[in-house]
């Protein structure tokens, strides 16, 4: 059979495997390859309560169990928490990573410790189904009179494209002042700078999109990332000050084709859940 009369067959059958835009994919690839991902900030498995140090050890189990039903509902590839404890006084003392991902059947996990001392010990975690390749922890300096934080950041397999590897973060950024978030994020970029992998960049920025000191924008510049729908007064991830302060960004060469603010009550944040799929260019 001649060839242009089996590409029109194929046009026909497979309209989408014709298109020649930047949303197109090859016939045998009907369904493009989503990643899902999902960002929370625990706040120490409080969950909308004033302060861990009000609650009783076993109600922060609770709160856990709580973030477990809910990743085994959303079922994302990965998750990036912060304010994840490791070994602290005042919630059991045990590693609520470890935790979350066990009884959620998640296979693969990292935290990073980057408050650690006075019988405290927590940071930023990811969670995956696929192996985290060389994870790394980044602290930042210290502020004064403040806990420490930092990022933490590793490789994984593209699901169903063998080969692609996107780097994922998890971050959180100081709360307090617009000149130490902007010290981090320099940090954050000299990290990054020399990795060539797609990035997808969550968690907890305490920024929002249009604040005076622009550090979204910065980090669009520099690393070349976007966001989805960055004034959508609608997408509130911190309830107390109706700000929108927990963020997903990615590479050009990803497409966020969805975007949710859980309405969950498992912490003083929402949990956002993204789906990507990887578009190239």
Same mark, same amino acid.
């Given at each position: 059979?001649?060839?242009?009369?089996?590409?029109?067959?194929?046009?026909?059958?497979?309209?989408?495997?014709?298109?020649?835009?930047?949303?197109?994919?090859?016939?045998?690839?009907?369904?493009?390859?989503?990643?899902?991902?999902?960002?929370?900030?625990?706040?120490?498995?409080?969950?909308?309560?004033?302060?861990?140090?009000?609650?009783? *050890?076993? /109600?922060?189990? /609770?709160?856990?169990?709580?973030?477990?039903?809910?990743?085994?509902?959303?079922?994302?590839?990965?998750?990036?928490? /912060?304010?994840?404890?490791?070994?602290?006084?005042?919630?059991?003392?045990?590693?609520?990573?470890?935790?979350?991902?066990?009884?959620?059947?998640?296979?693969?996990?990292?935290?990073?410790?980057?408050?650690?001392? /006075?019988?405290?010990?927590?940071?930023?975690?990811?969670?995956?189904?696929?192996?985290?390749?060389?994870?790394?922890?980044?602290?930042?300096?210290?502020?004064?009179?403040?806990?420490?934080?930092?990022?933490?950041?590793?490789?994984?397999?593209?699901?169903?494209?063998?080969?692609?590897?996107? *780097?994922?973060?998890?971050?959180?950024?100081?709360?307090?002042?617009?000149?130490?978030?902007?010290?981090?994020?320099?940090?954050?970029? *000299?990290?990054?700078?020399?990795?060539?992998?797609?990035?997808?960049?969550?968690?907890?920025?305490?920024?929002?999109?249009?604040?005076?000191?622009?550090?979204?924008?910065?980090?669009?510049?520099?690393?070349?990332?976007?966001?989805?729908?960055?004034?959508? *007064?609608?997408?509130?991830?911190?309830?107390?000050?109706?700000?929108?302060?927990?963020?997903?960004?990615?590479?050009?060469?990803?497409?966020?084709?969805?975007?949710?603010?859980?309405?969950?009550?498992?912490?003083?944040?929402?949990?956002?859940?993204?789906?990507?799929?990887?578009?190239?260019?």
């Amino acid at each position: 059979m001649p060839v242009a009369i089996i590409l029109l067959i194929a046009a026909a059958l497979f309209p989408r495997a014709a298109t020649a835009d930047n949303n197109a994919y090859n016939i045998g690839e009907l369904v493009p390859e989503i990643l899902k991902v999902m960002t929370l900030n625990v706040g120490h498995a409080r969950a909308d309560g004033r302060s861990q140090l009000l609650q009783s *050890d076993e /109600q922060a189990v /609770q709160h856990l169990w709580r973030i477990v039903d809910v990743m085994k509902r959303e079922d994302p590839h990965v998750i990036a928490f /912060q304010e994840i404890d490791r070994n602290s006084f005042w919630n059991g003392r045990f590693d609520h990573t470890e935790f979350l991902a066990e009884n959620a059947d998640y296979p693969h996990f990292f935290t990073g410790s980057h408050a650690r001392g /006075q019988m405290l010990d927590y940071g930023t975690a990811l969670v995956a189904k696929s192996s985290l390749s060389e994870p790394l922890s980044v602290p930042f300096t210290r502020g004064f009179a403040r806990p420490r934080k930092g990022f933490v950041l590793s490789a994984v397999d593209w699901p169903g494209r063998e080969g692609l590897k996107v *780097d994922v973060l998890s971050i959180h950024l100081d709360f307090l002042t617009p000149w130490k978030r902007r010290g981090e994020v320099r940090k954050l970029i *000299d990290t990054m700078q020399d990795r060539d992998n797609p990035r997808i960049l969550m968690g907890d920025l305490n920024t929002g999109y249009l604040d005076n000191e622009r550090l979204i924008h910065r980090l669009e510049d520099t690393l070349d990332l976007y966001t989805w729908r960055p004034t959508d *007064d609608a997408a509130v991830t911190f309830p107390k000050l109706k700000r929108r302060l927990d963020w997903v960004l990615v590479s050009p060469s990803l497409e966020i084709i969805s975007h949710e603010v859980l309405p969950d009550q498992i912490s003083d944040h929402r949990a956002v859940v993204a789906e990507i799929r990887y578009v190239g260019g």
